[in-house]
């Protein structure tokens, strides 16, 4: 077979020096047949189709030899070969691909550009659009590419649909942009990224981040959220000054005080947003960004922290918002000199404000603790006058007469007034309506006795001192107190299905409305949540997911109870008495879980100041569990303080 093959070489090599080439052309061909793989022949056979004209088969010849070197990795051999095919046919596409490819792996980068460019132009000459767009592709995938040509890419890439390639093109360019010192057109690239995929948190918070550091907020708004935002300090900031100029208090004390949890040695950042919007004349928009470090001061034990920031945003002038809360505060603490300069300044701005009940409330406090004083007498006749009281004189005197209040040296006790005759009641029941919110004792004889709203706490007594009174002698007598209170016959709580309601009325009453509206599965997680938050230290975290689970019927009564409890433990009294009685209003799981929640709201009552309403909870108790925990003391000394107070 070798000797056949080597005549058939020297005839076909004698045909062509002979210039007879279609019988050459004819005798190689038979030679490639019988051996595909003989690059040589194959090269004189390309050589032959371009002598007789035929460049189309010399170039497949060409190119067959070149992309087995290519695939072999004899990238240089295979250069010489497609240059060839290049020489002979310069608008060969698939050998300006392979040879951009070759120039890119010799880093020859201006080569391998040419190639790319020239099969570009070729491409969009001949309206391959896509061909075109992968030119430039490959062009932004070079080293060293000008972020313009990785734009362009990208932008093509987007155009014909394939945004992870465009993507990933802009990301590139905003990398180059970003070495470039071109921080404008890299933050530009990577809003287009976001534009591509907006479901990527990370970018997000990353092109955030870019903005706020640009100060460039007006492009933040439509990124941040609280998600977006997680527990990065300047981004919680920022989403802050955003929902402010949305006049989005919620949100932005929501952002507030999640930022203040992870950056508590940040609070100077709140305080300066706070004197910002003073400053803009927004007075009610700085005291609600002010109280985040306050109540922030407050759950830890930092009382002073909590009453200077109070004090110093007073400065400017009084708001009763914050001398409510400087009172509440003040109380509190146990700092009694910023406790009465705090209620005066209250009482003061009342009266400003035109608000007589209010500011007679609190002035009669200030009087009764010091009836000798002039400035308080006339403060005190100015909220009376100003509430539509007549005979000012006989006030002041009746007031000056009350168990407690300090005679000045020298004056006169008016004597109490005979008690007037009691009326014995015999409780059954008291329901408590968290929404009005109200109390109402249900008697024996069906008769309900009305105990009216439940004010505002703003100074919380001192707690109810047991071992003080318990064991001294005294009838338990409640008419007098019961009788005090007034009745309303036949009236039902404000909320409740009358009695004899059918039950579809009732179960309509217990659904949850609107936004009201979870999943048990949901508040499961929540309270779990919550739980484990709170176990960790996270406070305010964990109050807002219990908050959330008590949304959730199956889940009111656990989460609600918690939250009493550990508002009441941190000083937040009125908040967690609210929390209390809600827990109160819904069935518990077990008796002994329904009178513990019962017996720590008439304690946080007492503790409050609610004495009245303390008896009432008590009373209830009583009525169920006749020898539960201290419940019997705590009603004689009730019954006692109610007798002293009406004295």
């Known amino acids: 077979m070798s000797i056949d093959r080597e005549s058939a070489l020297r005839q076909a090599e004698k045909l062509q020096r002979e210039g007879k080439l279609d019988l050459a052309i004819a005798a190689y061909a038979r030679l490639v047949e019988a051996q595909p793989r003989d690059w040589n022949t194959i090269n004189t056979l390309g050589d032959l189709h371009l002598r007789a004209g035929d460049v189309e088969r010399g170039v497949a010849q060409f190119v067959q030899i070149a992309d087995h070197l290519f695939s072999e990795g004899f990238f240089p051999k295979a250069a010489a070969l497609y240059k060839k095919t290049l020489k002979a046919k310069p608008d060969h596409e698939h ?36 061909g075109a767009a992968d030119c430039l592709v490959r ?9 313009e040509t990785v734009l362009t890419a990208a932008r093509v890439s987007r155009a014909l649909g394939d945004n992870e390639q465009a993507a990933s093109l802009f990301r590139a360019a905003a990398e180059e942009l970003q070495k470039a010192g071109r921080d404008a057109a890299a933050l530009e690239a990577l809003a287009q990224v976001m534009g591509l995929q907006p479901s990527d948190t990370a970018l997000r918070r990353e092109l955030v981040g870019r903005y706020v550091a640009a100060g460039q907020l007006e492009h933040v708004a439509a990124l941040l959220d609280l998600e977006t935002a997680g527990s990065e300090p300047d981004l919680l900031l920022a989403l802050a000054q955003i929902e402010l100029s949305r006049r989005d208090d919620a949100a932005a004390c929501a952002a507030l005080t999640r930022f203040i949890t992870v950056a508590t040695e940040r609070s100077a950042d709140v305080l300066r947003l706070a004197g910002e919007l003073g400053r803009a004349g927004d007075a009610q928009q700085a005291f609600t960004v002010s109280e985040i470090v306050v109540d922030d001061a407050v759950l830890r034990g930092d009382w002073d922290r909590a009453i200077d920031v109070l004090q110093q945003f007073l400065v400017h002038g009084s708001h009763i918002p914050a001398l409510v809360k400087l009172v509440q505060i003040a109380g509190d603490a146990g700092h009694e000199d910023v406790l009465q300069e705090s209620r005066e300044r209250l009482a003061d701005a009342y009266l400003e404000q035109g608000l007589g009940p209010d500011a007679r409330s609190v002035a009669e406090m200030l009087f009764e603790s010091a009836p000798d004083s002039a400035v308080h007498a006339a ?23 009350r168990p407690g209040t300090e005679a000045p040296v020298g004056a006169a006790r008016t004597p109490a007034p005979e008690p007037e005759p009691q009326i014995a009641v015999a409780v ?84 949850p409305r609107g936004s009201d509206y979870r999943t048990v599965a949901e508040g499961a997680e929540l309270y779990e949540r919550g739980l484990r938050r709170l176990e960790d230290g996270e406070i305010r975290d964990g109050l807002a997911d219990l908050a959330e689970a008590a949304r959730v019927p199956a889940f009111r009564f656990p989460s609600a109870s918690r939250l009493g409890r ?33 017996y ?48």
Request: proline share 5%; aromatic share 4%; glycine share 6%.
């Open 95 to 130: 050998t300006l691909l392979r040879l951009a490819e070759i120039a890119a792996v010799q880093e020859l980068l201006a080569d391998a550009r040419a190639y790319l460019r020239k099969l570009w132009e070729l491409r969009s000459e001949r309206g391959d659009e896509r």
């Open 566 to 598: 550990e508002y009441v433990a941190r000083g937040h009294a009125h908040a967690g008495i609210e929390w209390l009685e809600r827990a109160a209003e819904m069935p518990a799981p077990t008796r002994d879980a329904g009178l513990a929640v019962l």
């Open 379 to 401: 403060r005190l006749r100015r909220a009376m006058e100003m509430s539509g009281v007549e005979d000012l004189d006989a006030a002041v005197q009746a007031i000056r007469a």
């Open 600 to 647: 720590d709201l008439g304690v946080a009552l007492n503790a409050a100041g609610e004495s009245t309403r303390a008896l009432a909870v008590m009373m209830e108790i009583e009525a169920d569990e006749p020898n539960y925990r201290d419940v019997r003391q705590r009603l004689e000394v009730l019954a006692r303080a109610e007798a002293e107070r009406r004295g």
């Open 139 to 147: 062009l932004a995938s070079l080293p060293q590419a000008d972020p």
């Open 428 to 511: 059954e029941a008291i329901t408590v309506d968290v929404d009005t919110p109200a109390f109402t004792i249900h008697a024996v004889d069906d008769e309900l006795l009305d105990l009216g709203s439940a004010p505002e706490l703003e100074d919380p007594a001192e707690p109810l001192r047991v071992n003080e009174l318990a064991n001294q002698p005294a009838e338990i007598d409640l008419s007098d107190a019961l009788a005090a209170l007034g009745a309303a016959p036949g009236a039902s709580a404000a909320g409740r299905p009358a009695a004899g309601a059918s039950l579809e009325a009732i179960f309509e009453a217990m659904r």
